[in-house]
T-cell receptor
Framework: DAGVIQSPRHEVTEMGQEVTLRCKPI?????LFWYRQTMMRGLELLIYFNNNVPIDDSGMPEDRFSAKMPNASFSTLKIQPSEPRDSAVYFCASRGRASYTDTQYFGPGTRLTVL | TQLLEQSPQFLSIQEGENLTVYCNSS?????LQWYRQEPGEGPVLLVT?????EVKKLKRLTFQFGDARKDSSLHITAAQPGDTGLYLC????????????FGKGTLLTVNP
């Protein structure tokens, strides 16, 4: 079975450019999470969706960040304009419909470098 | 804001040694999860503990949830180079909120 798929795996861009990260969750999962990981701050939850609806976006750093989930099989995280401090590894994770002890499955991540 | 403190931050040991890493918080969690992350990959779930005082074993790994459900430990017996990785603990508040709060992790290196 395919796991969580993220693209691109690596992205290098210049400050001020728009960046779009993509995620395909595991089929049948109804919760999707976007995380950011840095050495300084560790793994931080940015936003999560339940049944394609954003439930909690309190972790989104600022208005430059936006996330959408137009259907159950696709989500995007957009940064516009990007800044060097946005450089990090961005992970997408999905989870099924069971209890709160159910497993979150992480994708391989997108390593973003903003010059 | 719920915080999880992990210690030590870095650990380098020789193959065959035992080790324990800790995950502490002042907050109560309904469940606590341990993940292992290898370079270039996402975290992979090792175990979930739910009940205060619970102990779970996964081969050479032993996980314990504190009685008050505020802390947890991971003990590895006879560590092997394949155990090398970043170990993350994550707490869930429960209810309808599926958010996980992650610690910053313990980076373990097991030298052959």
């Amino acid at each position: 079975d395919a796991g969580v798929i993220q693209s691109p795996r690596h992205e290098v861009t210049e400050m001020g450019q728009e960046v779009t990260l993509r995620c395909k969750p595991i089929s049948g999962h109804n919760s999707l999470f976007w995380y950011r990981q840095t050495m300084m701050r560790g793994l931080e939850l940015l936003i999560y969706f339940n049944n394609n609806v954003p439930i909690d976006d309190s972790g989104m750093p600022e208005d430059r960040f936006s996330a959408k989930m137009p259907n159950a099989s696709f989500s995007t995280l957009k940064i516009q304009p990007s800044e060097p401090r946005d450089s990090a590894v961005y992970f997408c994770a999905s989870r099924g419909r069971a209890s709160y002890t159910d497993t979150q499955y992480f994708g391989p991540g997108t390593r973003l470098t903003v010059l | 804001t719920q915080l999880l403190e992990q210690s030590p931050q870095f650990l380098s040991i020789q193959e065959g040694e035992n080790l324990t890493v800790y995950c502490n918080s002042s907050s109560v969690f309904s469940s606590l999860q341990w993940y292992r992350q290898e370079p270039g990959e996402g975290p992979v779930l090792l175990v979930t503990v739910v009940t205060g005082g619970e102990v779970k074993k996964l081969k050479r790994l032993t996980f314990q949830f504190g009685d008050a459900r505020k802390d947890s430990s991971l003990h590895i017996t006879a560590a092997q180079p394949g155990d090398t990785g970043l170990y993350l603990c994550a707490g869930e508040s429960g209810g309808s909120n599926y958010k996980l709060t992650f610690g910053k992790g313990t980076l373990l290196t097991v030298n052959p």
